[in-house]
């Protein structure tokens, strides 16, 4: 009988995580052997945490709030898109080398591209956020070639930021929220305002009836976002359970080298709720 591969998804909390149901579901399609459980780190303990899960034969971790910089910090190797992100949330540890990849913008266009069938190029986006949730996702948005993107913050300076690092591969535009008066194709809310059911303050204008909201935060009923969107007559809303399981799902290939079906997950844990 061949070995179980040890991964897990590392955080602080971590209780909440639907990772482990859902590798454990990729794992059953795919035939794959191996064990993927929640491992809970004390803030001050990352690196340590790390080198036991290595000692203990561990193959692969993905990582969440709030050590997804740490992560990054201690990655002998950076994949072009995890060092675009400036942050990792998978990594693979062969031959006694950490490798850190950036998984969450390919989750994003996965999303939207394969699940929602909408197609990002010549597009106009405007993404709401400039922390390291929208920095995580802008390269593989970028790759897909829209025509413009607009990064909305309430501190402008940070938007300027998330502008400089991608300056050499797209001439991002950056606004105020009160500023936008214009609609667009595809408005991303890269905040974490649903957390708090709370709404950035936007104005109206931007939403029309062509207009696609996504959220990247998902809860079992819509996201205040998303239902503001839809009071516009927004041409659809969706929240980011596709992205979250897409992200797993190219971590999953990353370690194991076979793609899983995500879409029958997506609808699993949709049902769930």
């Known amino acids: 009988m061949s070995e179980i591969s040890k991964y897990g998804v590392v955080g602080n909390p971590i209780k909440h995580s639907k990772s482990p149901e859902i590798h454990s579901t990729f794992a059953e399609q795919t035939n794959q052997q191996m064990q993927y459980l929640p491992i809970l780190i004390a803030l001050d303990g990352f690196q340590s945490g790390i080198q036991q899960f290595v000692a203990k034969g561990g193959r692969g971790l993905n990582v969440t709030v709030p050590f997804k910089q740490q992560a990054w910090d201690i990655a002998d190797e950076l994949s072009e898109r995890a060092q675009l992100a400036g942050a990792v949330n998978t990594l693979s540890f062969v031959d006694?080398?950490?490798?850190?990849?950036?998984?969450?913008?390919?989750?994003l266009v996965r999303d939207l591209t394969a699940n929602q069938c909408f197609d990002l190029k010549g597009k106009s986006i405007l993404i709401l956020g400039a922390g390291g949730a929208v920095r995580g996702v802008l390269g593989p948005i970028i790759d897909e070639m829209p025509s413009s993107i607009t990064i909305a913050n309430r501190t402008l300076s940070k938007a300027e930021v998330l502008k400089g690092v991608f300056s050499d591969v797209f001439d991002i535009q950056?606004?105020?929220?009160?500023s936008l008066n214009k609609?667009?194709?595809?408005?991303?809310?890269?905040?974490?305002?649903?957390?708090?059911?709370?709404?950035?303050?936007?104005?109206d204008c931007i939403v029309d009836a062509d207009t696609i909201l996504y959220d990247m935060m998902y809860s079992k009923e819509p996201t205040v976002f998303n239902r503001w969107g839809n009071k516009l007559g927004a041409d659809k809303t969706i929240d980011g359970l596709g992205m979250l399981v897409e992200q797993a799902a190219e971590a999953f290939s990353l370690w194991r080298g076979v793609s899983p079906d995500s879409r029958l997950i997506i609808d699993k844990i949709r049902k769930s709720f």
């Open 174 to 178: 950056v606004m105020s929220f009160e």
């Open 96 to 107: 006694g080398v950490i490798k850190g990849d950036n998984t969450d913008g390919t989750g």
């Open 183 to 203: 609609s667009y194709d595809l408005i991303i809310n890269g905040t974490s305002a649903s957390l708090q059911q709370e709404l950035p303050p936007l104005p």
